[in-house]
């Protein structure tokens, strides 16, 4: 069964870093982009941050762009998300999910979520 599990996440204040992992079973991981997702309550989740299968290219919304830095390694199936100069505004459960580098989502996307993990900045 395909399953994500998130990790890393605190209490940090304004201007301070976390580093998230992302590990992953279930599929063979090299052969699919990774992207993070996050959501705040009564928000909706947003994407944050995209990886293609071998690392080659990198996406970011942004609202992060230039503070978050994704990665992946395949030989631990496990993706990072390096986030500095950190934000109230990136309060949020962060979560991380699969699709091809063609943007195409898995049919088993929908039911592969996470538990995610608890980022929480202060101001």
């Known amino acids: 069964q395909v399953q994500f599990v998130e990790s890393g996440g605190g209490l940090v204040q304004s201007g301070g870093s976390l580093r998230l992992s992302c590990a992953a079973s279930g599929f063979i991981f090299s052969r699919y982009a990774i992207a993070w997702y996050r959501q705040a309550p009564g928000k909706e989740r947003q994407w944050v941050a995209a990886?293609?299968?071998?690392?080659?290219?990198?996406s970011y919304a942004d609202s992060v762009k230039g503070r978050f830095t994704i990665s992946r390694d395949n030989a631990k199936n496990t993706v990072y998300l390096q986030m500095n100069s950190l934000k109230p505004e990136d309060t949020a459960v962060y979560y991380c999910?699969?699709?091809?580098?063609?943007?195409?989502?898995?049919?088993?996307?929908?039911?592969?979520w996470g538990q995610g993990t608890q980022v929480t900045v202060s101001s």
């Open positions: 999910n699969a699709r091809s580098d063609l943007g195409v989502v898995p049919a088993w996307r929908d039911a592969s």
């Open positions: 990886i293609t299968s071998t690392g080659g290219s990198r």
